[in-house]
């Protein structure tokens, strides 16, 4: 009996170890991902900052995740300074380096930049702020929530434009990549906020005069999208039953009717001179011989 008790207990302390291992792995990988995915968010800002130089300004771009990339950064650098966390100072390095360009080049294709300009004041100052009290009276309790505040805004970012989007029913004023990037973080509130952000793309068109991708897959579940092909071509003509003919055979008619005509041109000269010679052989005979009577 004894056996059988140590037995059990002993297979119920193996089963404890192997779940508890199970999820220190599925805690490292989550870890892995999210590191991976922040930085990979940093790079997002490339997209958008190629579209604003095709552009030549930012016209309906918003700024907003770039002045919230710079501020959270910041908070969560000093945050993983006061605790030593190499992981976190390592990646929140990297983000505000990004988001700082990002700003700079923002600016330098904003027109007018008076507004962009007061926001990164505002910014700068709040930053500047942070780091005055946590150097006269530093406390990890109040700076995590805020950071966890700014994280949250952080994800919510890209609805800045959301006036705009909605004015011109079209969604090229936002940030794919961004929007992507913070729907695979593993963040619930920022998987929610990606998600409502990422359904635009799929109920608006990305261009105006464009159909939606949903709009696009309710033609083709009821045959629209067949019908309004057919109508085109038989708009572009491509429905004829008679094809046109071809260069070649258009350039072998044009050489058939030339070499004609020069034939007809040779055929009339050639009747013209036997005619004169004909009338000439006449009067002579008329003139040198005089007709005999008998």
Request: charged fraction near 20%; proline fraction near 5%; aromatic fraction near 10%.
């Given at each position: 009996?004894?056996?059988?008790?140590?037995?059990?207990?002993?297979?119920?302390?193996?089963f404890?170890?192997?779940?508890?291992?199970?999820?220190?792995?599925?805690?490292?990988?989550?870890?892995?991902?999210?590191?991976?995915?922040?930085?990979?968010l940093?790079?997002?800002?490339?997209?958008?900052?190629?579209?604003?130089?095709?552009?030549?300004?930012?016209?309906?771009?918003?700024?907003v995740?770039?002045?919230?990339?710079?501020?959270?950064?910041?908070?969560?650098?000093?945050?993983?300074l006061?605790?030593m966390?190499?992981?976190?100072?390592?990646?929140?390095?990297?983000?505000?380096?990004f988001m700082?360009?990002?700003?700079?080049?923002?600016l330098?294709y904003?027109?007018p930049?008076?507004?962009?300009?007061?926001?990164?004041?505002?910014?700068?100052?709040?930053?500047?702020?942070?780091?005055?009290?946590?150097?006269?009276?530093p406390?990890?309790?109040y700076?995590?929530?805020?950071?966890?505040?700014?994280?949250?805004?952080?994800?919510g970012a890209?609805?800045a434009?959301?006036?705009?989007?909605?004015?011109?029913?079209?969604?090229?004023?936002?940030?794919?990549?961004?929007?992507v990037?913070?729907?695979?973080?593993?963040?619930?509130?920022?998987?929610?906020?990606?998600?409502?952000q990422l359904?635009?793309?799929v109920?608006?068109p990305?261009?105006?005069?464009e159909?939606?991708?949903?709009?696009?897959?309710?033609?083709?579940?009821?045959g629209?999208?067949?019908?309004?092909?057919?109508?085109?071509?038989?708009?572009?003509?491509?429905?004829?039953?008679?094809?046109?003919?071809?260069?070649?055979?258009?350039?072998?008619?044009?050489?058939?009717?030339?070499?004609?005509?020069?034939?007809n041109?040779?055929?009339?000269k050639?009747?013209?001179e036997?005619?004169?010679?004909?009338?000439?052989?006449?009067?002579?005979?008329?003139?040198?011989?005089?007709?005999?009577?008998?």
């Open positions: 009996m004894r056996t059988d008790i140590s037995i059990y207990f002993f297979v119920i302390r193996l404890v170890i192997s779940i508890s291992k199970m999820l220190e792995v599925v805690l490292q990988v989550l870890s892995i991902s999210a590191i991976t995915t922040t930085i990979a940093f790079f997002c800002g490339i997209p958008i900052c190629m579209q604003i130089r095709r552009q030549g300004a930012v016209g309906d771009i918003s700024g995740p770039f002045l919230m990339g710079v501020l959270g950064g910041s908070f969560w650098l000093r945050y993983g006061l605790k966390d190499y992981t976190m100072i390592i990646v929140n390095v990297v983000g505000v380096s700082a360009f990002y700003c700079v080049f923002f330098v904003s027109l930049k008076k507004t962009f300009t007061f926001q990164l004041i505002l910014v700068v100052s709040m930053i500047s702020g942070m780091v005055v009290w946590m150097a006269v009276k406390n990890l309790d700076l995590g929530i805020i950071c966890m505040t700014f994280n949250i805004m952080n994800f890209p609805l434009g959301l006036g705009v989007v909605l004015k011109n029913r079209e969604v090229s004023t936002l940030p794919l990549p961004m929007c990037a913070n729907f695979l973080i593993p963040n619930g509130i920022g998987m929610f906020l990606a998600i409502v359904s635009l793309f109920v608006l990305i261009r105006e005069n159909k939606s991708p949903l709009e696009k897959l309710a033609n083709w579940f009821t629209r999208s067949k019908l309004e092909k057919k109508e085109k071509d038989l708009e572009g003509g491509e429905c004829s039953t008679t094809p046109p003919p071809s260069p070649q055979k258009v350039a072998n008619s044009i050489d058939d009717n030339d070499a004609e005509s020069e034939i041109e040779r055929f009339e050639l009747m013209a036997s005619s004169t010679s004909d009338s000439r052989r006449g009067s002579g005979d008329f003139m040198g011989r005089p007709p005999s009577y008998k």
